[in-house]
């Protein structure tokens, strides 16, 4: 066995690493597991990465996990896109996820994925934080993802813990332990997708970095009360817990999918103080959005406002005609006013959706 300077292998200031040789005079030994310190790709700007703290991230009320609007090839739609956006703003929406689950991200390649957090920074960046989902179950492109989505200028790195082949609590500390060093971080806890809690062991231990600007919580308002108390901030991540988490739990705000329909009243749900009646109104509304996987009935409801087109990249389908009507329903029960678009809304039939499959 010979040691040699890592700096030798041009491995960076990464100490000693172990080399087996053969050799009649030598007693070999197994190579012993060495862990290389993290560094990062020079293509990130520390002006970049640096131009917004984890405490501005910290203040954000409302952020909206924002929808991906297609072409009928399937390709990014980014004038609806920059219209989706726009209206966030306007309507209040301090912040945003790009490429989650309720934008598709789990369905865009990676190259669309960092050009849709570039293209929001790039045109909105100074307007709203743009937070990017650069997470992933492997740390390899977690660590990829996000130091090219920094690099593209995004204010903040939401990242899920790795799910279906699951990992260690150990493994989930050195998985988040990879990335917070780049810059402010949300960690997402939504263990009805992944199959793992994160417990609140991880949270305590990720939340000594000054990076972690906090967690997305969906598992209820107890664990959101556990955290704040204790001092981390937190955003629900259920629309039909975050009047209550906000208000009675010490919740920072909300990361909303609702908020894509009705971004004003979602706003003054995080802002106004209790309104036990607007969360009463509400309700209906972030059922129905709920009654399949999300972004099913958000796309579906999208398209029936006119905001979008009826295109959906597979698996995803529409939901069926009579839940198509109750929407409808809902939108003039709550007010055509308060709902995203100018467009009459209406219950698209069957062949007015675009079903992609290659994209």
Known sequence: MVHLNACELNLGNCGPVSVSCTGKNRKWRPPQA????????????????????????K??????????????DGRFDLEAYDDVVNMQIVNGAEGMIVGGTTGEGQLMSWDEHIMLIGHTVNCFGASIKVI????????????????????????????????YGKTSLEGLISHFDSVLSMGPTIIYNVPSRTGQDIPPRVIHTMAQSPN?????????????????????????????????????????GVISVTSNLVPGMMRELMFGGKNPSLNTKLFPLIEWLFQEPNPIPLNTALAQLGVVRPVFRLPYVPLPQEKRAEFVNLVNQIGRENFVGEKDVQVLDDDDFILVDRY
Not at 46 to 56: C, G, L, Q
Not at 66 to 71: E, F, R
Not at 133 to 160: C, D, K, P
């Open 132 to 163: 990017g989902n650069t997470g992933s179950n492997s740390t390899r492109e977690a660590i990829h993802a996000t130091e090219q989505g920094f690099a593209v200028g995004m204010h903040a790195a939401l990242h899920i813990n790795p799910y």
């Open 212 to 252: 972690l600007a906090g967690v997305k919580e969906c598992v209820g308002n107890d664990r959101v009360e556990h955290y704040t108390g204790n001092g981390i901030v937190v955003w629900s991540g259920n629309d039909d817990q975050c009047h209550d988490a906000r208000w009675n739990h010490g919740a920072t």
């Open 59 to 72: 203040a954000l009320r409302l952020i909206t996990a924002i929808k991906t609007p297609y072409l009928p």
């Open 34 to 57: 060495a862990i290389i310190p993290n560094y990062h790709l020079p293509m990130r700007s520390f002006e970049v990465k640096n131009r917004t703290s984890a405490e501005d991230i």
